[in-house]
């Protein structure tokens, strides 16, 4: 009897429903338990690497009574950021398919899909990238039909990336990571497929430590977000920051998740009344929005800001209304990169004029009806009444100001990109094995036809590259790429403008160790910060 490879075995389980009939047949069939509409963009391909990405930052969810079907949260609040992040793996993707020295005579392909921010619904993507959507599908000796992806680049989140890698890690399902910073998903045992092109938050919190010695601030206040981001951040400051790493935490707070002000009163209270004039702020965007609200309300000042990666380029906080108090901010934050021709090929997106809610290509027709406000036929009802403006598809997209546009700082889509490559990288060298020469049982090789994730993993352990833009890009023995941050600075100019400036970075070398470079003559000091102790 055949042994079903662990793919097979992930959709039977999870996707199928044998019949209980006894039949004469010695084939079973199997059909999904339901057919899931996911948010997404496919492109064929000999080898299809999958996808998953912010592209709606809100959720509704539905009645759960279940005297109907259940159905998925709706999503919606369209992020424009999130959806160039899937658009920067497109691009990878097409590069490659153009490069005649990487993956030659193979074509790449992809399925992205939009996780909603939702765990519920991200899972759903990641079981149907591992396992496929087809209605019935018919398990014969040869096990044949649609091949799954070989790996996934995502998730955008820590917590997310731990639930979805801890199922995936099963399959040895290949996952690159290219936001997730958790200094827990560099356990080898607990997620064995899971890699990353972000440095871990170890490393994070080591470079905040490097800052405080370089500058001989000895006394700080830590606030962390309350989940894995936070709470691991946390224990890694609590083990490394004392006497022997040269300094202190005056407190440590946890900013509530949900909605609590008093919560977020006692905790400004706190910092108001401490001696410590440095704040590290280990958090979340919005929990960190949030608190400086009530900063500002109680009107704290004097303060020198530490900032973590996940807020230190946030637009919503440089602002007239906080700056005056977040002035001078030092932040950790992603190595920006280039990726040039990206540009043009956003220019060249196009929406699929004969879209329907089944066919998988609604993330570019919700970039068009967000981009140029309108919808595409037919509208919801009332639109038209209303004086709305029906899609043709034939809009420019040059002819909107749009941040989609931009890509003088890309700094996450960088990541998307060194992860899509790795992967490409890890295939191309699985394909030129030398039968007999193999790293596999009896020397053997892999084959593109019969490929198993857990190959794919090992190519991937062994990758290391460069990038056109002059990185170098391998993992260690726990997934973890060589770390690099840019070290971030908030000025404020005198006519009340804001900027964000680079005035260093951080990073280990594979030879030297750990190196901290800050050019102190560029740093905006507030408040004469520097004198903090």
Same mark, same amino acid.
């Given at each position: ?11 039977? /389980? ?45 959720? @509704? ?5 279940? #005297? ?10 369209? $992020?424009?950021?999130? &959806? ?6 497109? &691009? ?37 990238? *591992? ?8 398990? $014969? ?10 790996? %996934? ?5 820590? #917590? ?37 092109? %972000? ?21 700080? +206040? ?19 920051? =004392?006497?022997? =790493? ?21 905790? /400004?209270? /706190? ?7 440095? /704040? ?65 090929? !956003? ?19 919700? &970039? ?8 595409? @036929? ?43 490559? @790795?992967?490409?990288?890890?295939? $191309? ?8 020469? +193999? ?20 190519? !991937? ?7 056109? &833009? ?24 005198? $006519?009340?403008?804001?900027? *964000?400036?680079?005035?260093?970075? *951080? ?27």
């Amino acid at each position: 009897m055949r042994v079903f490879s662990d793919n097979t075995l992930l959709l039977t /389980v999870l996707y199928c429903c044998f019949s209980s009939a006894v039949s004469s047949s010695l084939y079973s069939s199997c059909q999904l338990q339901g057919q899931v509409n996911l948010n997404g963009m496919h492109k064929t391909g000999d080898v299809i690497l999958g996808g998953l990405f912010p592209i709606n930052l809100i959720s @509704a969810h539905p009645d759960l009574t279940f #005297t109907s079907k259940p159905q998925l949260p709706t999503c919606y609040s369209f $992020d424009i950021i999130g &959806f160039r992040q899937a658009q920067s793996m497109a &691009f990878a993707i097409d590069e490659i398919n153009r490069n005649s020295k990487l993956l030659p005579n193979v074509t790449l392909g992809y399925s992205l899909y939009d996780n909603c921010l939702q765990l519920g619904i991200a899972f759903h993507a990641s079981l149907s990238l *591992v396992s496929g959507q087809e209605e019935q599908v018919t398990l $014969d000796k040869r096990c044949v039909g649609t091949p799954t992806v070989q790996g %996934i680049v995502g998730d955008s989140t820590s #917590t997310r990336s731990i639930a979805i890698s801890s199922l995936l890690g099963l399959y040895r399902v290949p996952m690159v990571s290219y936001y997730a910073t958790c200094s827990c998903l560099s356990d080898r045992k607990k997620f064995p497929s899971f890699f990353r092109t %972000i440095p871990s938050d170890a490393f994070q919190v080591n470079a905040m430590i490097q800052i405080l010695k370089h500058f001989g601030w000895t006394w700080a +206040g830590l606030i962390i977000s309350d989940d894995d981001y936070g709470v691991h951040a946390a224990r890694s400051f609590h083990s490394d920051l =004392g006497p022997a =790493g040269g300094g202190c935490l005056a407190y440590t707070e946890i900013l509530p998740w949900g909605d609590d002000p008093a919560e977020v009163r006692r905790i /400004v209270d /706190v910092m108001r009344k401490s001696t410590a004039r440095v /704040v590290i702020v280990f958090a979340h965007r919005s929990r960190t929005i949030n608190l400086m609200k009530e900063v500002v309300r109680q009107n704290v000042t004097g303060l020198q800001w530490i900032a973590s990666e996940a807020w230190t380029l946030s637009d919503a906080l440089q602002t007239p209304h906080f700056m005056p108090y977040l002035g001078g901010t030092l932040g950790i934050s992603i190595r920006r990169g280039e990726m040039p021709g990206l540009r043009d090929f !956003l220019l060249k997106i196009r929406p699929d004029l004969h879209h329907n809610n089944t066919d998988g290509n609604s993330m570019v027709n919700q &970039f068009w009806e967000h981009t140029f406000q309108c919808r595409f @036929a037919p509208p919801p009802v009332g639109w038209v009444e209303a004086g709305g403006e029906l899609c043709t598809g034939q809009e420019v997209i040059e002819n909107v100001d749009t941040e989609f546009l931009d890509v003088s700082d890309l700094r996450p889509e960088y990541n998307v990109y060194k992860a899509v490559y @790795a992967l490409a990288y890890a295939l $191309d060298e699985l394909l030129q094995c030398e039968p007999g020469r +193999g790293p596999f049982s009896n020397n053997t090789c892999a084959h593109l036809q019969r490929l198993e994730p857990w190959q794919l993993v090992y190519y !991937l352990g062994k990758v290391n590259f460069t990038t056109t &833009f002059g990185d170098q890009v391998s993992f260690d023995e726990n997934g973890d790429s060589l770390p690099i941050y840019d070290i971030i600075n908030w000025v404020w100019l005198p $006519d009340g403008r804001t900027k *964000v400036q680079r005035v260093g970075e *951080v990073k280990r070398s594979a030879f030297k160790g750990e190196e901290l470079t800050l050019d102190e003559k560029k740093i905006f000091w507030n408040f004469e910060s520097k004198q903090v102790t």
